[in-house]
């Protein structure tokens, strides 16, 4: 792990460091060999259980559906044929 700091909204420095995962998968989204970065942003426990940075979500088209609270991916790779 490489130590670099964390600069939270409104937080204080926090120390991080980074590692990469073989996979990571969200719903049927998948990214092989990605970077992440590993940090107690948050100083106290919550809801959240990680942030999904552009090295992830950059694979994919975004939509973000408001009404029904939820985030689609859809590839960015055109469909063989």
Do not use: C, W
């Not at 088209?61 to 408001?66: A, E, G, M, P, Q």
């Amino acid at each position: 792990m490489h130590p670099f700091p964390a600069y939270p909204a409104r937080g204080k420095e926090r120390e991080s460091g980074t590692r990469r995962l073989a996979a990571l998968t969200v719903g049927h989204a998948t990214v092989e060999r990605l970077p992440v970065a590993i940090s107690e942003l948050f100083p106290h426990p919550s809801a959240v259980d990680g942030l999904l940075g552009m090295d992830f979500l950059g694979q994919f088209i975004v939509t973000l559906d408001r009404a029904a609270q939820q985030m689609r991916l859809a590839s960015r790779q055109p469909v063989k044929q």
